[in-house]
C-alpha cells in the first residue's frame, strides 16, 4: 500500500516536472495561455465576490433595523382594493394590543413617518423624520451616542424635540455639537436633544440620514402620509424576544387582528406582517440568483480561457508527437501519457488561476475603497478558484490528453 | 529443446495503399536464441524496419504472431505490451531520441519511472550504466552538450537500464561517423560477449558484418539467413 502509494507520489512529481518543463521551453505561449484563464478566473471571482457582498449588504441593512422583529403595515391604497374603506387600519390600540396578548414580545415601535425640511441657522436638510416611541430604541437598537433617547414624557406631553442621525448632524452643524440647538422643522421649533450612534449605510441606503421625534409630536405638527384618524400608524414594529418562533407570532398577530378588524375566513387581510426571518430568506434569494446570474455570464470568460487551453494542448501533444512514441517504447503505458498531458494542462490552469486570483482581490480591494460597497473574497472562494482552475485544465486538457496517449507507439515515433 | 528468446510464426503485415494491399512483411517465420548478435538487412522497403518494429512490439502485426521469450503477444492489449517493451526490450535508435533540456542522468532513468522504481533507485542504476557506458564524468549534461557517439552511448544506457532481454537497435550507426560508428560496434560486442542478446537492423554490410547472425530481407520475406563469415571483431 505504501509502496504503492509511493511509486504514484513518484510518477506525479514526474509528471510535474515534465510539465514545467514543456512550459518553461514555450514561456510566451504559455503565458498567452494561461491569461486565458487569468481572466476568466479574474472574472468568476470578482462575480462571486460581488454577489457576496450584495448578500453583505443586504443582510446588514435587515440586521440594522434591529434584531428579531416583525413588522406589520395597512394595506397601502393601490393594493387593497382602491376604495377607502376598504383600506388597511393599523391604529395604537391594536398596537398596544400585540404587546400586552402576544407572548414573546419585547417591546413596540409604533412610527409615523414624514418627508421633513430642517432648518438651524443658515443650513438646511431635506431627511425622513419618524414618530416614535421609547420602545424604538428597544427594537431597533437605536443608541443615543450622545444626549439622550426619547422618553415617554416626551410622548406624553408631544414634546417638541428631536434625535438626529449623524448624517443630519454633519448637514445642519458640521463638526459643531448640537445638543440644546434649535432646529425648524417644516417650520415648527424642535429643540435638539441626542445623537444617534451611526448605523452606517446598506446598498446605499443611509441609516444615519434620519430625525426621531415623539410620535404625538409628529401627529401634532406634520402631515404625515397617512392622514387618517387621529390614533393612525404608519408602520408598527414588534421586538420578538430570542428564540422566539417568528413564523408563530406572526400568526399570532394575524390573528388578533383578523379578529379585531372582524375579517372573516377566507377575506383578505387589511394589513401584511413581515418577519427579519422572511426578508433574510427572501433577500438571500434574491442575492443568491444575482450571484448566480453574474457568476454564469463571468463563466463564459473562464470558458473561453479554457479552449485556449485546449487549442495549445493539442499544439503541444502535436509538437510532442514523437516524444510520446519514444515514451510508449520505453515503457509508457497510455494512462502515463494521458496523466503527463493531464498534469502539463492543471498546472497551466493553476497558475493563471492564481494569477486571476490576485488580480481579483487587487481590483476587490480598489472598488472596496472607491465604491463603499463589500468585495469580500473569503479563503473560501480563493482555494476555490485554483481548483477550479485545475478542473478547467482537466476538463479542457483531457481530450487532448486521451488523444496523445492513443496514438500507436509507431506511428508516434515515425512522426518527424 | 530451449525455448527461443524472439520466435515469429508466419508474421503478415500489410497496409492498405490506394485500394490495393502491400505486403510490408509476407510470412515469415523464425527463430532467435538467448545470446545471438543478429544483423537485420535488407534494402529501403525490404520489411526489415517493420520487422524489427513488430518484435519491438511497437507495431501489431496483421496475423501471425510474435513470442517473445515463450509468450504470445498477438492477444496483449497495450498496457501489457508498455509493460513488456518495458521489461524486456531495449531500444537504440538512429537519431538517438534523448530527450532534450533533460540531463543524460534523467534520460536514462526514464524507463525506471515506468517501471514504478523509486528514485533514489533509479538515479542509482542510471548512473551505474551511465558509467558502464564511460560517461560518468557527463551525468549531467543535456544531450546538446553530447557528442553523437556519446548521445548513442546514453541511449544505450538506456536501453539497458531495465536490464531487458533484448537490445533492438534501429540503424543504430546511420547518424555517426565511421570511427564512432566501430566505437558503438565494439560496444555492442562486447555487451554481447556479456550475454546480451541484440538485434540490430542495417542496410550497410560492413555493420551487419559486426554479428554474428544475418537476416536478409526482400520484398518482405527473408532470402537469406546464415552466419556470418568473416566476423568483424572490433579490438581498440
Same mark, same amino acid.
Given at each position: 500500500?505504501?509502496?504503492?502509494?509511493?511509486?504514484? *507520489?513518484?510518477?506525479?512529481? !514526474?509528471?510535474?516536472?515534465? *510539465?514545467?518543463?514543456?512550459? /518553461?521551453?514555450?514561456?510566451?505561449?504559455?503565458?498567452?495561455?494561461?491569461?486565458?484563464?487569468?481572466?476568466?478566473?479574474?472574472?468568476?471571482?470578482?462575480?462571486?465576490?460581488?454577489?457576496?457582498?450584495?448578500?453583505?449588504?443586504?443582510?446588514?441593512?435587515?440586521?440594522?433595523?434591529?434584531?428579531?422583529?416583525?413588522?406589520?403595515?395597512?394595506?397601502?391604497?393601490?393594493?387593497?382594493?382602491?376604495?377607502?374603506?376598504?383600506?388597511? $387600519?393599523?391604529?395604537?390600540?391594536?398596537?398596544?394590543?400585540?404587546?400586552?396578548?402576544?407572548?414573546?414580545?419585547?417591546?413596540?415601535?409604533?412610527?409615523?413617518?414624514?418627508?421633513?425640511?430642517?432648518?438651524?441657522?443658515? /443650513?438646511? *436638510?431635506?431627511?425622513?423624520?419618524?414618530?416614535?416611541?421609547?420602545? #424604538?430604541?428597544?427594537?431597533?437598537?437605536?443608541?443615543?451616542?450622545?444626549?439622550?433617547?426619547?422618553?415617554?414624557?416626551?410622548?406624553?406631553?408631544?414634546?417638541?424635540?428631536?434625535?438626529?442621525?449623524?448624517?443630519?448632524?454633519?448637514?445642519? !452643524?458640521?463638526? #459643531?455639537?448640537?445638543?440644546?440647538?434649535?432646529?425648524?422643522?417644516?417650520?415648527?421649533?424642535?429643540?435638539?436633544?441626542?445623537?444617534?450612534?451611526?448605523?452606517?449605510?446598506?446598498?446605499?441606503?443611509?441609516?444615519?440620514?434620519?430625525?426621531?421625534?415623539?410620535?404625538?409630536?409628529?401627529?401634532?405638527?406634520?402631515?404625515?402620509?397617512?392622514?387618517?384618524?387621529?390614533?393612525?400608524? $404608519?408602520?408598527?414594529?414588534?421586538?420578538?424576544?430570542?428564540?422566539?418562533?417568528?413564523?408563530?407570532?406572526?400568526?399570532?398577530?394575524?390573528?388578533?387582528? $383578523?379578529? /379585531?378588524?372582524?375579517?372573516?375566513?377566507?377575506?383578505?387581510?387589511?394589513?401584511?406582517?413581515?418577519?427579519?426571518?422572511?426578508?433574510?430568506?427572501?433577500?438571500?434569494?434574491?442575492?443568491?440568483?444575482?450571484?448566480?446570474?453574474?457568476?454564469?455570464?463571468?463563466?463564459?470568460?473562464?470558458?473561453?480561457?479554457?479552449?485556449?487551453?485546449?487549442?495549445?494542448?493539442?499544439?503541444?501533444?502535436?509538437?510532442?508527437?514523437?516524444?510520446?512514441?519514444?515514451?510508449?517504447?520505453?515503457?509508457?503505458?497510455?494512462?502515463?501519457?494521458?496523466?503527463?498531458?493531464?498534469?502539463?494542462?492543471?498546472?497551466?490552469?493553476?497558475?493563471?488561476?492564481?494569477?486571476?486570483?490576485?488580480? *481579483?482581490?487587487?481590483?476587490?480591494?480598489?472598488?472596496?475603497?472607491?465604491?463603499?460597497?463589500?468585495?469580500?473574497?473569503?479563503?473560501?472562494?480563493?482555494?476555490?478558484?485554483?481548483? !477550479?482552475?485545475?478542473?478547467?485544465?482537466?476538463?479542457?486538457?483531457?481530450?487532448?490528453?486521451?488523444?496523445?496517449?492513443?496514438?500507436?507507439?509507431?506511428?508516434?515515433?515515425?512522426?518527424? | 529443446?530451449? =525455448?527461443?528468446?524472439?520466435?515469429?510464426?508466419?508474421? =503478415?503485415?500489410?497496409?492498405?495503399?490506394?485500394?490495393?494491399?502491400?505486403?510490408?512483411?509476407?510470412?515469415?517465420?523464425?527463430?532467435?536464441?538467448?545470446?545471438? %548478435?543478429?544483423?537485420?538487412?535488407?534494402?529501403?522497403?525490404?520489411?526489415?524496419?517493420? %520487422?524489427?518494429?513488430?518484435?519491438?512490439?511497437?507495431?501489431?502485426?496483421?496475423?501471425?504472431?510474435?513470442?517473445?521469450?515463450?509468450?504470445?503477444?498477438?492477444?496483449?492489449?497495450?498496457?501489457?505490451?508498455?509493460?513488456?517493451?518495458?521489461?524486456?526490450?531495449?531500444?537504440?535508435?538512429?537519431?538517438? &531520441?534523448?530527450?532534450?533540456?533533460?540531463?543524460?542522468?534523467? &534520460?536514462?532513468?526514464?524507463?525506471?519511472?515506468?517501471?514504478?522504481?523509486?528514485?533514489?533507485?533509479?538515479?542509482?542504476?542510471?548512473?551505474?550504466?551511465?558509467?558502464?557506458?564511460?560517461?560518468?564524468?557527463?551525468?549531467?549534461?543535456?544531450?546538446?552538450?553530447?557528442?553523437?557517439?556519446?548521445?548513442?552511448?546514453?541511449?544505450?544506457?538506456?536501453?539497458?537500464?531495465?536490464?531487458?532481454?533484448?537490445?533492438?537497435?534501429?540503424?543504430?550507426?546511420?547518424?555517426?561517423?565511421?570511427?564512432?560508428?566501430?566505437?558503438?560496434?565494439?560496444? %555492442?560486442?562486447?555487451?554481447?560477449?556479456?550475454? &546480451?542478446?541484440?538485434?540490430?537492423?542495417?542496410?550497410?554490410?560492413?555493420?551487419?558484418?559486426?554479428?554474428?547472425?544475418?537476416?536478409? %530481407?526482400?520484398?518482405?520475406?527473408?532470402?537469406?539467413?546464415?552466419?556470418?563469415?568473416?566476423?568483424?571483431?572490433?579490438?581498440?
Amino acid at each position: 500500500m505504501t509502496s504503492r502509494f509511493r511509486k504514484a *507520489a513518484s510518477r506525479a512529481a !514526474f509528471n510535474l516536472g515534465i *510539465a514545467l518543463t514543456a512550459l /518553461r521551453v514555450n514561456l510566451m505561449r504559455s503565458i498567452l495561455t494561461t491569461l486565458g484563464v487569468s481572466i476568466g478566473v479574474f472574472a468568476v471571482v470578482l462575480a462571486v465576490a460581488v454577489g457576496s457582498g450584495a448578500q453583505v449588504s443586504v443582510m446588514g441593512a435587515i440586521n440594522s433595523l434591529g434584531s428579531n422583529m416583525a413588522i406589520v403595515f395597512p394595506v397601502p391604497d393601490d393594493e387593497g382594493g382602491g376604495a377607502v374603506a376598504e383600506r388597511g $387600519r393599523l391604529t395604537m390600540r391594536d398596537a398596544v394590543a400585540i404587546e400586552r396578548q402576544i407572548e414573546g414580545v419585547t417591546a413596540i415601535a409604533p412610527q409615523l413617518h414624514a418627508n421633513v425640511q430642517l432648518v438651524s441657522g443658515g /443650513r438646511n *436638510a431635506a431627511t425622513e423624520a419618524i414618530g416614535v416611541t421609547p420602545g #424604538y430604541a428597544q427594537v431597533t437598537n437605536a443608541v443615543a451616542e450622545s444626549g439622550r433617547f426619547l422618553s415617554e414624557a416626551d410622548v406624553r406631553t408631544a414634546a417638541r424635540v428631536i434625535v438626529l442621525g449623524r448624517t443630519v448632524v454633519t448637514k445642519l !452643524f458640521g463638526d #459643531y455639537d448640537p445638543i440644546g440647538e434649535t432646529v425648524r422643522v417644516n417650520k415648527v421649533p424642535f429643540t435638539v436633544v441626542g445623537i444617534l450612534e451611526a448605523k452606517g449605510s446598506n446598498l446605499g441606503e443611509d441609516n444615519d440620514d434620519v430625525a426621531l421625534v415623539p410620535i404625538s409630536a409628529a401627529r401634532q405638527r406634520f402631515t404625515t402620509d397617512l392622514p387618517l384618524g387621529p390614533d393612525d400608524l $404608519r408602520i408598527l414594529f414588534v421586538g420578538i424576544e430570542d428564540g422566539v418562533d417568528l413564523g408563530k407570532v406572526k400568526r399570532e398577530i394575524s390573528r388578533l387582528l $383578523r379578529d /379585531r378588524y372582524r375579517v372573516r375566513d377566507g377575506q383578505g387581510s387589511p394589513f401584511i406582517i413581515r418577519t427579519t426571518e422572511e426578508f433574510m430568506e427572501e433577500s438571500a434569494m434574491v442575492t443568491g440568483i444575482f450571484q448566480a446570474v453574474l457568476v454564469a455570464i463571468a463563466s463564459i470568460s473562464l470558458l473561453v480561457g479554457g479552449i485556449g487551453i485546449m487549442n495549445i494542448m493539442l499544439v503541444s501533444v502535436t509538437e510532442r508527437t514523437r516524444e510520446i512514441g519514444l515514451r510508449m517504447a520505453l515503457g509508457a503505458k497510455r494512462s502515463d501519457i494521458r496523466n503527463q498531458f493531464l498534469v502539463e494542462a492543471a498546472v497551466l490552469c493553476m497558475i493563471g488561476g492564481a494569477i486571476g486570483l490576485l488580480l *481579483a482581490i487587487g481590483a476587490a480591494a480598489v472598488f472596496e475603497a472607491q465604491a463603499d460597497f463589500p468585495v469580500p473574497i473569503g479563503v473560501g472562494t480563493a482555494i476555490g478558484a485554483i481548483l !477550479f482552475s485545475a478542473v478547467v485544465g482537466l476538463l479542457f486538457g483531457g481530450w487532448p490528453a486521451v488523444r496523445a496517449s492513443r496514438l500507436s507507439p509507431i506511428e508516434a515515433l515515425r512522426t518527424e | 529443446m530451449t =525455448v527461443p528468446l524472439v520466435e515469429t510464426l508466419s508474421l =503478415v503485415k500489410e497496409y492498405a495503399v490506394g485500394g490495393g494491399t502491400v505486403h510490408a512483411i509476407a510470412g515469415v517465420s523464425l527463430a532467435i536464441a538467448r545470446g545471438e %548478435f543478429v544483423a537485420i538487412m535488407g534494402a529501403s522497403g525490404s520489411g526489415k524496419s517493420t %520487422f524489427m518494429n513488430m518484435i519491438g512490439c511497437l507495431d501489431i502485426p496483421s496475423s501471425g504472431d510474435v513470442r517473445i521469450d515463450g509468450i504470445a503477444t498477438s492477444a496483449m492489449n497495450s498496457d501489457a505490451l508498455a509493460e513488456l517493451r518495458n521489461s524486456k526490450i531495449g531500444f537504440v535508435f538512429q537519431q538517438f &531520441n534523448l530527450l532534450p533540456r533533460t540531463t543524460a542522468l534523467d &534520460n536514462v532513468a526514464v524507463p525506471l519511472i515506468y517501471a514504478g522504481v523509486g528514485r533514489a533507485e533509479r538515479q542509482e542504476r542510471a548512473r551505474a550504466k551511465l558509467e558502464a557506458m564511460g560517461l560518468g564524468e557527463r551525468l549531467d549534461h543535456s544531450p546538446a552538450k553530447l557528442s553523437g557517439g556519446q548521445q548513442q552511448r546514453v541511449a544505450i544506457a538506456r536501453a539497458l537500464v531495465t536490464e531487458p532481454l533484448i537490445l533492438l537497435a534501429d540503424e543504430p550507426t546511420g547518424a555517426l561517423d565511421s570511427q564512432t560508428s566501430e566505437d558503438i560496434m565494439h560496444l %555492442f560486442q562486447t555487451l554481447n560477449e556479456a550475454g &546480451n542478446t541484440i538485434i540490430l537492423v542495417t542496410h550497410e554490410r560492413e555493420i551487419a558484418d559486426h554479428a554474428s547472425r544475418r537476416i536478409m %530481407f526482400r520484398d518482405g520475406k527473408v532470402i537469406e539467413d546464415a552466419p556470418v563469415t568473416g566476423r568483424r571483431v572490433v579490438r581498440p
